[in-house]
């Protein structure tokens, strides 16, 4: 972690940028404060403290992506991976099997975006939320986060489902078409995801 230069932070209520960690240099009207690998950090002690020790190292990818988020990359690739055996084993009408494969990438999936996306989310993007959306990478995170979000809370439903764990009253009809649309949006989040690891850690964006 760093201290370095980010862009103007907006005025507090008070005029003063007294945070943990955050200068304001009102002659050059820019920001001394935390960086992780070259990002802003949210300057509250509790961004810092997950940013210090989840955030830190550098990849083995050859990007500038830290190592938590390449093996994020390559968990969520697995993933996909394994909804696309299991959804070929539905088709196969091997349901047991497809329900263990599904099982295993939806808990894995689920972890990963608890522990990586979310944290990152909240110390990263959700401070600039919504007077930066338009701004970096800010706008095309936020529609991968409700995009995945909408994957996880489907594919966590299902799942429960499935696995026979849902009282009667929450029990699906019709899972056939929830099932499709679920791996869609799995689909669909990764691929925004690759994108956006593209975006930031690649390109700097
Ligand atoms: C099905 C669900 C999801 C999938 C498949 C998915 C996939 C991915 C992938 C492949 C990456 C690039 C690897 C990385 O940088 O870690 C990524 C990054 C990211 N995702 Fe997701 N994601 C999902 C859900 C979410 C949710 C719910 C959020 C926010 C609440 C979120 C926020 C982020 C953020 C902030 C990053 C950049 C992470 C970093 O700093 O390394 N994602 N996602």
């Known amino acids: 972690m760093f201290f370095a230069r980010c862009p103007p932070a907006p005025p507090s209520p008070d005029g003063i940028h007294d945070q ?27 961004s810092i403290i997950a940013g210090m020790f989840l955030f830190q190292g550098q990849g083995f990818l050859g990007t500038r992506a830290p190592f938590i988020s390449d093996v994020s990359l390559l968990l969520m690739l697995l993933t996909a991976a394994l909804f696309t055996v299991g959804w070929r084993l539905a088709v196969r009408q091997r349901y047991e099997l497809h329900r263990r494969v599904q099982t295993i990438a939806v808990v894995l999936n689920t972890i990963v975006v608890g522990v990586v996306m979310v944290t990152s989310y909240v110390i990263f993007i959700l401070p600039g939320i919504p007077d930066k959306l ?6 095309i995170t936020t529609i991968h986060a409700l995009l995945g979000l909408a994957s996880v809370v489907l594919g966590v439903y299902l799942t429960l489902g499935g696995n026979g764990l849902l009282p009667q009253r929450l029990r ?5 078409l929830w099932m499709r649309t679920s791996y869609l949006l799995y689909m669909l989040a990764t691929l925004l995801g690759v994108l956006l690891y593209v975006i930031v850690f690649v390109y700097g964006i």
């Open 20 to 46: 943990i960690g955050l200068v304001q240099l009102e002659a050059q009207k820019t920001t001394l404060a935390f960086t992780v690998q070259g990002r802003c950090l949210s300057n509250d002690p509790s």
């Open 134 to 139: 338009d701004e970096g990478s800010y706008g």
């Open 172 to 176: 699906y009809a019709n899972y056939k």
